[in-house]
């Protein structure tokens, strides 16, 4: 961030309406939503659970996400 958005005619490349900025990514949330996460690659080495954390439609959402250990404790996760 920040960030343009550009609204452009498919065919002819030619901006439909002014360029708006985004600058913070609250707007791009309220535009785009929070997206779909899926993880992928996850598996447990040395007591230490590690994946991949997708979301192929919103990139810009940095997720506090939160994991159940042995059905009963819920801890905090960290995502990169």
């Known amino acids: 961030m920040p960030a343009t958005l550009r609204f452009l005619e498919e065919r002819s490349g030619q901006a439909i309406a002014e360029p708006y900025v ?3 990514v609250e707007p791009a949330m309220v535009l785009l939503g929070p997206g779909e996460f899926t993880i992928e690659n996850l598996a447990l080495e040395n007591g230490l659970l590690r994946g991949t954390l997708i979301n ?3 990139g810009i959402a940095a997720p506090t996400m939160f994991a159940r250990i042995n059905r009963f404790a819920v801890r905090q996760v960290t995502v990169e």
Do not use: G, H
Request: charged share 15%; glycine share 0%.
């Open 22 to 24: 985004l600058s913070s």
């Open 56 to 58: 192929r439609v919103n």
